[in-house]
Nanobody, 122 residues
């Protein structure tokens, strides 16, 4: 099963983007979902995670207050609303799903999307 990530693009600093992640073939509510990102030459890092029910969310410190993760299980979709974007947010963004609870470690996620590129110009 491959997740489908979309919504990336080029935006100026201070702008907004909304990423979407679809999960055809999964009973999405059984899976915690994470958004991760990888900038050129850097390791893949967690951005935000959400529980299967959507009641619990966590964010990495650098995006707290700017990004919001949410989900609509009836549509098998998870979103990442990104506001007040900064050049340091530039990266390929991946969504991933795992059975059970949220985790910040990308290696514990079973299903991945193909990645969507976010570029923030200064």
């Amino acid at each position: 099963v491959q997740l489908q990530a979309s919504g990336g693009g080029l935006v100026q600093a201070g702008g907004s983007l909304r990423l979407s992640c679809g999960a055809p073939g999964l009973t999405f509510s059984n899976y915690a979902v994470g958004w991760f990102r990888q900038a050129p030459g850097k390791e893949r890092d967690v951005v935000a995670t959400i529980s299967g029910s959507g009641t619990t969310t966590e964010y990495t410190t650098s995006v707290n207050g700017r990004f919001t993760i949410s989900r609509e299980n009836a549509k098998n979709a998870v979103y990442l609303q990104m506001n007040n974007l900064k050049p340091e947010d530039t990266a390929v963004y991946y969504c991933a799903a795992r059975r059970g609870g949220q985790d910040s470690r990308w290696s514990l996620y079973h299903y991945w999307g193909q990645g969507t590129l976010v570029t923030v110009s200064s």
